[in-house]
């Protein structure tokens, strides 16, 4: 197995339910519905079919399916463009693909003390960042109106 691969130690079949609480060790896959709260020690996969109702507390969470409840996830919260979260999210790493749905608060304030702070440079570049994905976006939004327009 090479570092960067998740190995899966448990999985919830795309027609399984599960009532009540989940505890598991490792990594699970989420295909079914758990209708509790799950809490791992290691990473969530929500599959596009998955759906929990309940809180999820995991290092990190991976979320294609639906998830109605509040995230506690220290290191990386990643929603997939099928994603859609009811809930607050509290992590260091958040992800949000274009399509995703997420609907609640998100606390990235976790450990804030101990990340470095960037340098001045690096927050001139970061601001130039922005503006230019804003503005792509714009032009984007801009492009897609007119071609809208165009088919009315």
């Known amino acids: 197995m090479r570092k960067n691969e998740t190995q899966i130690s448990t999985i919830i079949g795309m027609n399984a339910e599960c009532g009540g609480d989940f505890k598991a060790e490792g990594t699970i896959r989420i295909d079914g519905?758990?209708?509790?709260?799950?809490t791992v020690t290691d990473t969530v996969i929500v599959g596009a079919s998955g759906c929990i109702n309940g809180d999820i507390n995991a290092k990190k969470v991976i979320i294609g399916g639906e998830v109605y409840g509040n995230l506690?996830?220290?290191?990386?919260?990643?929603?997939t463009s099928?994603?859609?979260v009811i809930g607050d999210i509290t992590t260091n790493g958040l992800v949000i693909d274009e399509q995703a749905i997420f609907q609640g608060r998100c606390d990235m304030n976790q450990d804030a003390s101990k990340r470095p702070k960037p340098n001045r440079r690096e927050m001139k570049?970061?601001?130039k960042e922005a503006k230019a994905?804003?503005?792509d976006a714009l032009q984007?939004?801009?492009t897609t109106s007119s071609d809208n327009s165009a088919q009315i």
């Open 33 to 38: 519905t758990v209708n509790g709260n799950v």
């Open 72 to 79: 506690n996830v220290p290191e990386k919260v990643e929603l």
């Open 82 to 84: 099928t994603a859609r």
């Open 125 to 127: 570049e970061m601001q």
């Open 133 to 135: 994905a804003v503005s």
């Open 140 to 142: 984007g939004m801009e």
